[in-house]
């Protein structure tokens, strides 16, 4: 049994598109996930462009991004936003992760602490938003 595990760069240059064109239909915010992260509502379009490849090595990780998606959506009506928001922090507590890793093991177990003490400034710091929406 075999598989291969595929993320937003596997979209090649159709995903920010895809993702731009998939919001605008459904009327929702959409987050694709690999090497950069690309999330839409159909207007704006942001790129994260941080994390580890550690993150797509480790199962489990597309439902803990989940969950944080869900904490920062609680919080505020901007959908989009709550989405940014949630893979900069997911992302950036992934690289820190990684640091003090030596495989996928111990990665998990260093992202959940990562996550837990995520600082304001260690955001400000690796934390990498940009609007990408074509004009």
Sequence with gaps: MGGKVIGVDSAGSGGFDAATEFAKTTG????????????SDGKTTVLVNSGHEL????????????SVTGCCAAVTDNMLM?????????????ELAAKNSLGPGTFKQNLMDALQNLTRQELVIR?????????
Aim: aromatic share 2%; glycine share 14%.
């Design 28 to 39: 929702t915010v959409v987050a694709m996930t690999g090497k950069e992260d690309i999330i």
């Design 55 to 66: 993150l797509g090595m480790v199962s489990g990780t597309g439902c803990m991004v989940s």
């Design 127 to 135: 934390g990498s938003a940009k609007d990408i929406t074509k004009m």
């Design 82 to 94: 709550a989405a940014v928001a949630a893979l900069t922090v997911f992302t950036t507590a992934g």
